[in-house]
């Protein structure tokens, strides 16, 4: 009996709303803290496992709010205090603000403007995701951290700019930007996270920042529009499928004086990979031996230096068998001939 009337309360409790807030100042709702005398932005009522608000319309959220006398200083946007808000089409945020919550503006689907000001410091996981109308966002100088899921499927974003605070670009933070065209990394950006720009299928052209020294799994996986790809010379590893599914692929340029670390298949399985069948590589000159004796260097038509870094060195090929054997020229050759020959991707010189 005590079990029914215990199970009884929690659902009847589950479908009461409970107010998330302890003012509400022009339409905007609030959670003091009065030890710190600040405010952070909140959600209206939380019912039957939904958050809900009635924000909409252009909202301009005020540095500082007075109540009773006392002013408290707006520091947050809190989690969930924006969700799914169909009628919100603006939002600009203060310099007092530190922290946008996690999935603070989720599924605003109709949020097309975000002026985010100097002094923020970290946008959690999934705050701006699935704001289908959002076609441009500017992260400040000052953010530190933008979590993974961020922007994730944003389908009409086609430019952002991640400030110089920015050093990592977590996972899957642009996934599903479908319209993304232009990305400008500002920061001392060490590495792509996990998935960071899956399926961003309106990019053509991606410079992996110089500071970079990762590339995680799945980082550019499914980018079919990405047509040239410059990896810089610090890279130490590349994830598994980074480029998978990018059908597209025309020129890679990898700066790096070694071969990255990484799998077989950075460009997919095997299967995947017919698009290198028409691709070229572009790396060192001393490094093209190393590069064409290792997969997936080694699936590129083309092998060539980098353009002023001149060898003669250049690899055309489909498969590559344990006696490859090619002239300076790139020709293929079905034994080694007198001079110098490349094989099995070193130089060999035959009397």
């Known amino acids: 009996m005590l079990r029914k009337i215990v199970l009884l309360f929690f659902m009847i409790s589950l479908s009461v709303a409970v107010n998330a807030y302890d003012i509400v100042i022009d339409g905007i709702y609030y959670i003091l803290d009065s030890d710190n005398q600040t405010a952070s932005v909140t959600y209206k009522e939380h019912k039957n496992g939904a958050y809900k608000s009635d ?210 298949d950075i460009f997919g399985a095997y299967s995947d990979i017919t698009c290198l069948d028409s691709a070229t590589l572009y790396v060192p000159q001393d490094a093209i031996p190393q590069y064409i004796s290792y997969s997936p260097w080694a699936y590129f038509f083309s092998v060539k230096p980098i353009e002023g870094q001149e060898t003669g060195i250049e690899l055309v090929h489909s498969n590559l068998g344990a006696s490859s054997c090619f002239s300076l020229n790139g020709q293929r050759l079905p034994h080694p001939q007198k001079g110098i020959n490349i094989i099995n991707g070193k130089k060999v010189v035959v009397n």
Request: net charge negative; with cysteine.
């Open 55 to 264: 924000y909409e319309g252009d909202v301009s959220i005020p540095e500082s709010v007075v109540h009773q006398g006392v002013n408290y200083r707006v520091t947050a946007i809190g989690s969930h205090a924006f969700q799914g808000c169909k009628g919100l089409t603006s939002i600009s945020v203060p310099t007092s603000v530190r922290m946008i919550g996690h999935f603070a503006f989720i599924r605003c689907s109709n949020l097309k403007s975000v002026m985010l000001s100097e002094g923020l410091d970290t946008i959690r996981s999934g705050a701006f995701a699935q704001c289908e109308a959002l076609e441009s966002i500017v992260i400040p100088n000052t953010v530190t951290a933008v979590h993974d899921h961020a922007f994730a499927g944003c389908v009409n974003l086609v430019s952002a700019t991640m400030g110089e605070g920015v050093t990592s670009i977590m996972n899957s933070v642009f996934t599903g930007c479908s319209s993304l065209t232009d990305i400008v990394l500002l920061g001392k950006i060490t590495e792509i996270g996990g998935m960071a720009f899956y399926c961003c299928t309106s990019l053509n052209a991606f410079n992996i920042p110089e500071s970079v020294e990762y590339v995680d799994y799945s980082a550019f996986e499914g980018c079919s529009g990405l047509l040239c790809i410059t990896i810089p010379r610090n890279i130490i590893q590349i994830g598994h499928n980074a480029f998978r599914l990018c059908y597209n692929i025309k020129d890679v340029y990898c700066y790096s004086p070694t071969v990255p670390l990484s799998s077989a």
